[in-house]
C-alpha cells in the first residue's frame, strides 16, 4: 500500500470513528422535571429531579448527576457550587440540597454524565416557602423623560 493509500485508509477510519462517536453522543437527550422544597434552613432546598430520554419519556438510569446554579439576573455574582445528587428510589430520581446566597429566580444546571453526557437548564423562583416557575425577566426602567 502506498503512502497516500494509508493516508486515505487512516483518514476515512479516523471519520468513521468521530462520526460514529458523535451520532452516539447525539443518540440521547435529556430532558428533567425538577421539584424543590424549602428545608427549614434559611436559603436550603431539597430537590428531587426526574430525568428523563427526550424523546422517549423513558427513565434515565445510570447516569450520574451534578446540580448547580447561577442567578440570570446576575450569573457572575451569585453562582452556587456544584453538588452530587444522590440516586433515589425511582427509576430516573436523584435527590440533591442546594444552599442560594438570596431568594429570586436560579437557573439550576443539571449536568449529566455516564451513559448520557448531557445538560439541562431549568429556571426556577424560589421564596421563603415556595419554590415555582420563574417569572418574567423585569425591563429597567426607562430613563428617557417626557
Not at 56 to 82: K, Q
Amino acid at each position: 500500500m502506498t503512502g497516500a493509500g494509508r493516508f486515505q485508509l487512516f483518514a476515512a477510519l479516523a471519520f468513521a470513528v468521530c462520526f460514529a462517536g458523535a451520532l452516539h453522543a447525539a443518540e440521547v437527550r435529556a430532558k428533567a422535571d425538577v421539584t424543590c422544597q424549602p428545608t427549614g434552613t434559611p436559603l436550603q432546598y431539597d430537590c428531587t429531579i426526574r430525568l428523563l430520554h427526550a424523546r422517549t419519556n423513558e427513565p434515565l438510569s445510570d447516569v450520574a448527576l451534578t446540580v448547580g446554579a447561577n442567578m440570570p439576573s446576575m450569573p457572575l455574582a451569585h453562582n452556587v457550587r456544584p453538588v452530587k445528587a444522590t440516586v433515589g428510589t425511582a427509576p430516573g430520581t436523584h435527590e440533591a440540597r442546594i444552599e442560594l446566597e438570596m431568594l429570586g429566580d436560579w437557573a439550576l444546571r443539571l449536568d449529566l454524565t455516564g451513559k448520557v453526557r448531557d445538560r439541562v437548564v431549568k429556571v426556577l423562583r424560589f421564596e421563603r416557602d415556595s419554590v415555582g416557575p420563574a417569572t418574567a425577566a423585569a425591563k429597567p426602567p426607562s430613563q428617557h423623560k417626557h
